[in-house]
């Protein structure tokens, strides 16, 4: 599964993004979602999962009421809305897709068989 993350950008802090990820040609029902980030110099953090059916969605505490995660099964995409970003936020966000992820791991990156090329956003203070 190829993954296309899109959206990312500079943005000034207070604002919003909504980044998508699509997976032209394929279907990403039965997949969990998820999205992680990576800052220079910094480990990839996860940021929010999606379930595939979308009935259970978790996200990290650092974005927790910021930001949210979603997905249009009939469009293939996934979304993470971006609000009251921060400066903090900036990093390459990637998307990625696993089909046999346990609760457990779902916060854990080797758990997703499938990832995206990342899409950047910089915010300034």
């Known amino acids: 599964v190829q993954l296309q993350a899109s959206g990312g950008g500079p943005v000034q802090a207070g604002n919003s993004l909504r980044l998508s990820c699509a997976a032209p040609g394929r279907t990403l029902r039965g997949y969990s979602m998820a999205w992680f980030r990576q800052a220079p110099g910094e480990e990839r953090e996860f940021v929010a999962a999606?379930?595939?059916?979308?009935?259970?969605?978790y996200h990290a505490d650092s974005v927790k009421g910021r930001f949210a995660i979603s997905r249009d099964n009939m469009q293939n995409t996934v979304y993470l809305q971006m609000n009251s970003l921060k400066p903090e936020d900036t990093a390459v966000y990637l998307c990625?897709?696993?089909?046999?992820?346990?609760?457990?791991?779902?916060?854990?990156?080797?758990?997703?068989?499938?990832w995206g090329q990342g899409t950047l956003v910089t915010v300034s203070s």
């Open positions: 990625a897709a696993g089909s046999r992820v346990i609760l457990s791991s779902i916060r854990t990156a080797s758990a997703y068989d499938h």
């Open positions: 999606i379930r595939s059916n979308g009935g259970h969605v």
